[in-house]
């Protein structure tokens, strides 16, 4: 099964700041790599699909890049509902799997 | 809009079974994948199953094969997760999620739209 290693587990930051969320995997993805929003007691949400592309409804400021085993979620500058964790999930092989998350907290 | 909502999700013992839904609406559900996934109190995100559109391919994560069993009823846009011998493991609350069908269709996400769960805890 693909592993994959998220950093930081906290990234401690203030409205307006940029984030820089980190997503490894064990093995090469090609692009097939997806973000997800999750809030206290709400149900994930998708952001980002296949490394780079925009879901639905999502806002310019969260962006996606890398290819292979490394991935980056950028959010440019932070809003107030943006602190949440965030999970990359890989589609590549079975099992789909999950990273551990980054919690984006405020400072 | 797009909804899941699901039900099924109790208090039970280890060894005991337990039957979930998830009623979808907003879309035409016989077009669409869908998946189970779960969450322990506290943690992350796991994968349990996937099937596909007309039912014909079901996949498992390996700790539940043999156990759980996902179904469909597209006549009743309805999916189901049959879970027997159910393990203090199995306690999450548990998603439904539509399987977005994005480029290159995987039928391994992502996933597009989730319910908002059902618990699901194996206690003596």
């Known amino acids: 099964e693909i592993v994959l290693t998220q950093s930081p587990a906290t990234l401690s930051l203030s409205p307006g700041e940029r984030a820089t969320l980190s997503c490894r995997a064990s093995?090469?993805?090609?692009?097939?790599l997806a973000w997800y929003q999750q809030k206290p007691g709400q149900a994930p949400r998708l952001l980002i699909y296949d490394a780079s592309n925009r879901a639905t409804g999502i806002p310019a400021r969260f962006s996606g890049s890398g290819s292979g085993t490394d991935f980056t979620l950028t959010i440019s500058s932070l809003e107030p509902e943006d602190f949440a964790v965030y999970y990359c999930q890989q589609r590549t092989n079975w099992p789909p799997t999950f990273g551990g998350g980054t919690r984006v907290e405020i400072k | 809009q797009v909804q899941l909502v699901e039900s099924g999700g109790s208090v039970v013992q280890p060894g005991r079974s337990l039957r979930l839904s998830c009623e979808a609406s907003?879309?035409?559900?016989?077009?669409?994948?869908m998946h189970w996934v779960r969450q322990a109190p506290g943690k992350g995100l796991e994968w349990v199953a996937v099937i596909w559109s007309d039912g014909s391919n079901t996949y498992y994560t390996d700790s539940v094969k043999g156990r759980f069993t996902i179904s469909r009823d597209n006549s009743k846009n309805t999916l189901y997760l049959q879970m027997n011998s159910l393990r203090a493991e199995d306690t999450a609350l548990y998603y439904c999620a539509r399987d977005g069908g994005f480029g290159v269709v995987t039928y391994r996400g992502p996933f597009d739209y989730w319910g908002q769960g059902t618990l699901v805890t194996v206690s003596s």
């Open positions: 093995q090469s993805l090609n692009r097939f």
């Open positions: 907003g879309f035409t559900f016989s077009e669409d994948a």
